[in-house]
């Protein structure tokens, strides 16, 4: 079933689909069947890289890498616990360090745009989000557990936050030349 999603997926999102099947040995003898998942998504010249490992870590990793002109700040996103959401007068399930305001409001607003922040309060939908700029590049990288009910929604909408977060970038960071 999750490989008809993800098939779907592809071909509606004009994007390539590959998956790999392979047994992996367990304790006494047992083995446990594992399927990877890999997604590549074309989006403004830039390739949207989605592995998923189900069977063995349930898994999800997404990466992109964005060339850059100028310095952006480095975020990191998480979630915030459960109890601290019940009294937080700030409902957002989220939890975004970053030096640049603007930065910061731009990830909350790909994070609304794309339908992650419903997921995350719907769900135990628990990613961590990295931004990191290095030799005039800006690496963005996912990773959560798939262990929640809709995991087959949430790749379409970690697909849609990608590319609202490349928007954002490309159009105040990106590098003109392209």
């Known amino acids: 079933m999750f490989e008809e999603i993800l098939s779907t997926l592809a071909s509606d999102k004009n994007c390539t689909y590959t998956r790999e099947d392979f047994t992996v040995a367990g304790n006494w003898g ?16 830039l390739e949207i890289q989605m592995k998923i490992d189900l069977g063995n870590h349930n898994l999800a990793e997404v990466n992109v890498v964005i060339p850059v002109n100028s310095l952006v700040s480095d975020f990191k996103l998480t979630t915030k616990e459960q109890l601290s959401r019940l009294f937080s007068f700030d409902k957002s399930p989220w939890k975004v360090k970053t030096k640049d305001p603007q930065l910061n409001r731009e990830v909350s607003k790909a994070l609304d745009q794309s339908g992650l922040t419903k997921l995350a309060k719907d769900e135990i939908f628990v990613p961590t989000i990295e931004g990191l700029y290095k030799d005039l590049t800006y690496t963005v990288f996912t990773r959560y557990y798939l262990g929640f009910n809709n995991k087959e929604k ?3 909408l970690v697909i849609e936050f990608y590319k609202e977060l490349i928007q954002h970038i490309l159009s105040n960071y990106g590098n003109k030349l392209r």
């Open 30 to 45: 047992a083995s446990a069947p594992v399927s990877i998942h890999r997604l590549r998504i074309a989006h403004e010249g």
């Open 154 to 156: 949430s790749v379409e």
